[in-house]
């Protein structure tokens, strides 16, 4: 199976803060279509999962576009440019290329 | 709008069969693919497996011998079973959507399920 170790496990910023997310895979997540399929998702407290950026890159309706994705192959980020209060939860990356699809360990942000 | 609601037993007893529904309002199970995703204590996520708008099933691996998905289109509900559980199971149960791309766009609420005797 596909490993993803996502680092740091825990973050913990301050309002306004910038913070990034590492999601590194043990193989290349490069279809043989094209397609890169590195999605990231956001657990809040109590709630369920929720998407947040599909296609490392593209931002699910209604997500806030200080959230962004980037990379390739086997090393992809996610960034929030100013952090806010309600994106405290745990930030998972998920691969959809490789059967079975597989999920990061998380990262639970915390806001000081 | 597409809701989804897992619902079923919160205890199971090691050994027996763990069985959940997923009810879905708003969109029917006849498209796009359905999956079931369990969250561990701890935050560990493990895809468990889907059924497709057809039918067909595909599972991990890892459970493949104890596990199956089906459905019933006359209601818009898709079922997991999960047979001889262990302590290790104690999970809380997801159903989602898988649209394009692979975004799990909608999801359950989640049950929370204790194997214990």
């Known amino acids: 199976d596909v490993v993803l170790t996502q680092t740091p496990p825990t973050l913990l910023a301050t309002i306004g803060q910038s913070v990034s997310i590492s999601c590194r895979s043990s193989?290349?997540?490069?279809?043989?279509?094209?397609?890169?399929?590195l999605n990231w998702l956001l657990q809040r407290t109590g709630q369920s999962p929720q998407p947040l950026i599909y296609?490392?890159?593209k931002l699910e309706s209604g997500v806030p576009n200080r959230f962004s994705g980037s990379g390739s192959g086997t090393d992809f980020t996610l960034k929030i440019s100013g952090v806010e209060a309600e994106d405290l939860g745990v930030y998972y990356c998920?691969?959809?290329?490789?059967?079975?699809?597989?999920f990061g360990s998380g990262t639970k942000l915390e806001i000081k | 709008e597409v809701q989804l609601q897992e619902s079923g037993p919160g205890l199971v007893k090691p050994s027996q069969s763990l069985s959940l529904t997923c009810s879905v309002t708003g969109y029917s199970i006849t498209s796009n693919y359905w999956g079931w995703i369990r969250k561990f204590p701890g935050n560990k996520m493990e895809w468990m497996g889907y059924?497709?708008?057809?039918?067909?099933?595909s599972y991990n691996p890892s459970l493949k011998s104890r596990i199956s998905i089906t459905r019933d289109t006359s209601k818009n509900q898709f079922f997991l079973q999960l047979n001889s559980v262990t302590t290790e199971d104690t999970a809380t149960y997801y159903c989602?959507?898988?649209?394009?791309?692979?975004?799990?766009?909608?999801w359950g609420q989640g049950v929370m399920v204790t194997v214990s005797s």
């Open positions: 193989q290349s997540l490069l279809h043989s279509n094209g397609n890169t399929y």
């Open positions: 059924i497709s708008y057809s039918g067909s099933t």
């Open positions: 989602a959507r898988i649209d394009v791309y692979g975004l799990l766009g909608y």
């Open positions: 998920m691969q959809f290329t490789h059967y079975p699809f597989t």
């Open positions: 296609l490392v890159s």
